[in-house]
Nanobody, 124 residues
Framework: QVQLVESGGGSVQAGGSLRLSCVVS??????????MGWFRQATGKQREGVAT???????SYADSVKGRFTISKDNAKNTLYLQMNNLKPEDAGMYYC????????????????WGQGTQVTVSS
């Protein structure tokens, strides 16, 4: 069974940085066609895609985070990362790691596997 466990959330001031990690178990990156992604959900808002990375290493970002966030993966460690720089108050929310075996999408409903989330708070 695929399991995803996020860590790295916390509280920072605007302009600060955080690095989120997501350890994946029960699945190996040797399979092609998978997609890993980060989503976030602020209180009272819908879950939204932040960044995705495909099995070929191709990345995609939400316009709101381009130039500030970087998604990456370490296949040897089965770990997904999200480096977040120049954080803004509007970046606050619960961040979720997600995975799917059928290619990348911005739709949360297309991802079959989810972590429990890690909270990010950004103060102004």
């Amino acid at each position: 069974q695929v399991q995803l466990v996020e860590s790295g959330g916390g509280s920072v001031q605007a302009g600060g940085s955080l690095r989120l990690s997501c350890v994946v178990s029960g699945y190996t990156y040797s399979n092609s066609g998978y997609c890993m992604g980060w989503f976030r959900q602020a209180t009272g808002k819908q879950r939204e895609g932040v960044a995705t990375i495909g099995s070929d290493g191709s990345t995609s970002y939400a316009d709101s985070v381009k130039g500030r966030f970087t998604i990456s993966k370490d296949n040897a460690k089965n770990t997904l990362y999200l480096q977040m720089n120049n954080l803004k108050p509007e970046d606050a929310g619960m961040y979720y790691c997600a995975a799917d075996l059928n290619g990348c999408s911005w739709k949360a409903s297309d991802f079959a596997y989810w972590g429990q989330g890690t909270q990010v708070t950004v103060s102004s």
